[in-house]
């Protein structure tokens, strides 16, 4: 299968990253940027570095519109750092930025029928590349964003992704044929500890390094907002390997949409009185499976980087 990531990169949009470049079924034909736990710019940035380090510079990075008011949010930087990255400091890249985001999301729609496009910050580019009736009728795409039976993660009713741009997600319901939601519901059941990275730092890679600095920083940060999980949330990588793997999470298919005004702005539900295309939410998840392929899949590209 083809796939586009659509990355914020943080910490776990790294781990995205690095589960799809390690992953024999998937050939990465781009990623885009878009902001949220970092600015458009530095997540751009952030994902050149590390596909240098992960040994795939020939991979185009395309940089996606940003918000004009945006700035990276408190929380956002004591989670991922300022750097978004943990503070794990990268080589600067040698390749820069490739074209449009919203061109390479139309035209490789257009091009290629086995696509997946993997979203996993908030949905301003996807909604953008929404005004091609083409791409919103055959687009498929599996996002990391929202939450229907648990409360919110920046709001007591919102996900951060969706609270970034809540209009650009309800667009994406209305509007996209074909969407996957890998919300909180599942991706708070997915939790990576000290156990798990101390397998990577083992290996005494610069790959394996970074992948373990970077995810004990975040673990780090989960034990002072969330210490009742008792590990950080995997939430982008469980996207990627959902478009990989579809029959890792069970779903519910509901019109869903994003409230947009008042006190709830930012909250994702199911309203059945709403005309338009089905959500798959993904309510379910098979954790034991996913965190086996996570697990086998990183240690091997960190093992050879
Ligand atoms: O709510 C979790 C999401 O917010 C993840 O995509 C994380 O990277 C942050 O962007
Ligand atoms: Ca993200």
Redesign the pocket.
Known sequence: MKLILDL?T????AFALAYALASPEVELIGVTGTY??VTVADGVRNTLALLELFGRPDVPVYPGPQREDFEVAEI?AF??GANGLGEVELPAPATGPAGSAVELLIDAVHTHPDLVIVP???STTIAAALDDDHFAEHARIVM??GALTVPG??RPWA???VWQDPEATNEVFRRARHVTMIG?DV?LKTLLTRTETAQWRALGTPGGTMLADAADHYIGAYATTSPHLGGC?L??PLAVAVAVDPSLVECLALPMQVDVAGETRGRTIGDLSRQGPLVNVAVGVDVAKFLGEFMTRLTRLAANT
């Open positions: 914020d943080g910490i776990d949009d949220g736990n956002s989670i991922h996993t910050g908030p990391m964003g993660n920046v996900e951060a992704n909180l991706t949330g939430h982008d």
